[in-house]
């Protein structure tokens, strides 16, 4: 199975009026979520995803266009998903075999990486990892790594 992870886009900073919680993706970090989706959604051709995202406004933002680009039906919010805890995040919204989506932020979806896949690399913003997970094993190798700059995106056979 694909477990996809994403970071969301370029949002506007935080204020004394806007709480990291509810910062908003800019014009820029919408163009950037869009761009990371449209490649994700070549590589998944029809394969259908779920998709779960943390609660914060830019990762829910995120998660539309990333819905929209790739037919996802149905967004899930998960609290996890601003957790370190790989283990929690697989014990409770990896249930089958069918693509899964999860859009959170940086140092959350690193963690991810390393625990799933052994992996390490340094999420760009709208940076798209998607990892080919055995459930049986609990293990995943990365089969490839989507930025916004990316020219196109190749899947191995």
Not at 64 to 84: D, M, N, R, V
Not at 106 to 128: E, M, N, R, T, V
Request: glycine content about 6%; some cysteine.
């Amino acid at each position: 199975m694909y477990i996809i992870l994403m970071r969301h886009g370029e949002a506007e900073p935080e204020t004394e009026s806007v709480s990291n919680r509810n910062r908003k993706l800019t014009p820029k970090g919408m163009r950037q979520a869009r761009r990371s989706a449209r490649m994700l959604a070549k590589f998944l051709k029809d394969n259908p995803i779920r998709i779960y995202t943390s609660p914060y406004y830019r990762t829910r933002q995120t998660a539309g266009i990333l819905a929209e680009e790739c037919f996802a039906e149905e967004i899930h919010t998960a609290e996890e998903l601003t957790s370190s805890n790989w283990q929690m995040v697989l014990n409770h919204l990896i249930s089958d075999g069918s693509p899964i989506a999860l859009v959170s932020h940086h140092p959350f979806l690193q963690s991810y990486l390393l625990s799933a896949a052994s992996c390490a690399i340094k999420f760009d913003l709208a940076g798209i990892a998607i990892i080919d997970y055995d459930l049986r094993w609990k293990q995943g190798k990365l089969a490839g790594y989507l930025t916004p700059g990316l020219k196109q995106m190749k899947k191995e056979d």
